[in-house]
Structures are given as structure tokens and as C-alpha cells.
């Protein structure tokens, strides 16, 4: 299996333009600091921590350009148009044939290079795996890429409790591995457990 890439989506980090449920839940400001750090930190902790390159798939496109605002990382490549599933499924199968992309958000402050590890050495057995969240959804979605999986995200309903059973209907004839789940933050409850595990 060729070394593999691990991408982190990220929006740019702007005050008022990420984590927008958290922000309804403990302001704009306490939200966009909790996006940053936790963007800055994942990518400094999982660059160059393990055989993979470590790239950022970021949005809006025209944001490519500000090197500055983005941590270092091998690269950065665009989300490009569409929905959500879109633009993960065209992250997941940039790469060559062969080549396995594992994908994650960039709200996970739990995450360690041990979970990547995982999930890599999931995909040299399987077509795909996936980090289940708590929520119902998943933090980590990975692909082997040794052949084409079509409409992998079709008719997922997203931010529900069922996006993780949607996607994997999706998957039914192919080997799927999942591994450690882990909690996002998107709301205030979320943030507030984090904040007290760490105080």
C-alpha cells in the first residue's frame, strides 16, 4: 500500500464564519478561539507524526491563496462546490489508485496519531472505515481507493443521529472496518464536557 494521506477539513478561520451552532450556544468569539486552536493543534500533533502526508482541504476555495491563516502541513488543496458529501468524496479520491485518504474534521480535540494509525492499517483489509462520533455521525471517514465506491454519500442525512447508518447503507457490498469513536464539538454541551475533563 502506497504512504497515505490524511486530510483535515477546515472552513478559514474567520470570527462569525465557523462553528455557528456552537457560537449560538457560547458566543461568536469563545467559538471562533475553540475552532482555531483546535485546528492549529490537530495539525501540528498529527503532521509528521506517522507514514502519511498531512494535507488541509479548505473552504472557501478563494482562501487557498492565505498560507498565513492555515497551519503548516505537507499542503493545501480546495473543498471545492457542492454539499458536504461532495466535497469529502472529492477529498477522499484525489489521490492516486491505491493511495488511502483518511478524512477528519478539524473540531475532534481528542484525536491522536494513534487513531490515524488505526484507521490506516484498517484500510489495507478494507474498502473503507470510519470513526463513529457519539452524536450518530462519524468524525473520520477513510477510503483504500484500490476501486471506485460510487455515491458514497447519497441520501445522508447530515448533523442527525443518523448520518453514520445513512453513509454505511451505502457501503452494504463492501468490507467496512470501524474504529475508535470520538466526540466533535458542535454544540455547548459538547464544549462544556471538554472544558471540564481539562480543568
Known amino acids: 500500500m502506497r504512504q497515505g494521506i490524511l486530510l483535515i477539513m477546515a472552513k478559514a478561520p474567520r470570527i462569525g464564519a465557523v462553528k455557528t451552532r456552537l457560537a449560538r450556544d457560547i458566543g461568536i468569539l469563545k467559538a471562533w478561539q475553540f475552532y482555531r486552536r483546535t485546528l492549529f493543534a490537530t495539525a501540528r ?3 509528521d507524526a506517522g507514514h502519511w502526508h ?3 482541504q479548505v473552504t472557501p476555495d478563494r482562501d487557498l491563496s492565505s498560507v498565513g491563516q492555515w497551519p503548516r502541513t505537507t499542503g493545501l488543496i480546495t473543498q471545492g462546490p457542492g454539499g458536504i458529501g461532495a466535497r469529502m468524496e472529492r477529498g477522499l479520491t484525489a489521490a492516486y489508485r491505491g493511495v488511502p485518504v483518511v478524512l477528519i474534521g478539524s473540531d ?3 484525536v491522536t496519531a494513534q487513531h490515524i494509525r488505526r484507521a ?3 484500510l489495507k ?3 473503507a ?4 462520533a457519539r452524536d450518530g455521525g462519524y468524525w473520520l471517514v477513510g477510503f483504500a481507493n484500490r476501486r471506485p465506491i460510487r455515491t458514497p454519500f447519497a441520501n445522508v442525512r447530515w448533523s442527525t443521529a443518523h448520518a453514520l447508518n445513512d453513509t454505511l447503507a451505502n457501503f452494504r457490498f463492501r468490507r467496512v472496518a470501524l474504529v475508535d469513536t470520538l466526540q466533535d464539538v458542535d454544540e455547548g454541551d459538547a464544549y462544556r464536557r471538554l472544558h471540564r475533563t481539562h480543568t
Open 54 to 56: 498531512t494535507w488541509i
Open 120 to 122: 490506516f492499517a484498517a
Open 45 to 47: 500533533r498529527l503532521h
Open 129 to 132: 472505515v470510519f470513526g463513529p
Open 108 to 110: 475532534i480535540p481528542g
Open 125 to 127: 483489509r478494507c474498502d
